[in-house]
């Protein structure tokens, strides 16, 4: 068959002649199946358009909460139990055991606590801050609790232990 009698078409990129059977633009590399190039077909171009749009989004919406902890930090509710002295290692180890009553409509996480330890007669002698990032707060519910750190003073010293949320993250 000779060259001059094939049939051809225009590449849909380049525009050059190619052969009207070549899947592929020996000009300009480009694919000539009808849906692969976005430029040629507006669908396409949609569907990839609103499906970017929805990843942007959905980062967005992960990373920036419209509630924040300090709009419901006073629906969590934290009641002590127990305070505990394990002097069994050699640095002693203090416990704060209780519950918190969520009573918001939001579920949390991440908990970060600011904890209080007082003597016999209520004078705060020691601080310390702690962390439960498995802890998880659903709403409308009570959730045991334990947070600890390291005891400075003797255990005889320790009375009562006042525990605080200081933070906390929306539950995904």
């Not at 077909?41 to 358009?49: G, K």
């Not at 009573?103 to 004078?123: C, M, P």
Request: hydrophobic residues 40%.
């Amino acid at each position: 068959m000779a060259e001059e009698s094939r049939a051809t078409k225009e590449c849909s990129m380049c525009f050059e002649r190619i052969d009207a059977r070549a899947k592929k633009c020996p000009h300009c590399s480009s694919v000539q199946a009808k849906w692969a190039n976005v430029e040629g077909n507006p669908w396409l171009a949609a569907i990839l358009f609103l499906m970017v749009l929805w990843l942007v989004g959905s980062i967005f919406m992960t990373f920036w909460s419209f509630e924040s902890f300090d709009d419901h930090s006073g629906e969590l509710l934290v009641s002590v139990s127990r305070v505990d002295v394990d002097e069994s290692n050699e640095s002693a180890t203090v416990s704060c055991l209780g519950t918190i009553d969520n009573r918001s409509t939001t579920d949390w996480t991440d908990v970060r606590f600011e904890v209080l330890l007082h003597d016999r007669s209520g004078k705060v002698i020691d601080t310390f801050s702690a962390g439960d990032n498995g802890l998880l707060l659903p709403r409308g519910t009570q959730t045991s609790f334990r947070v600890h750190g390291r005891a400075a003073l003797p255990k005889t010293e320790y009375e009562t232990c006042e525990v605080k949320i200081k933070r906390a993250s929306i539950a995904r």
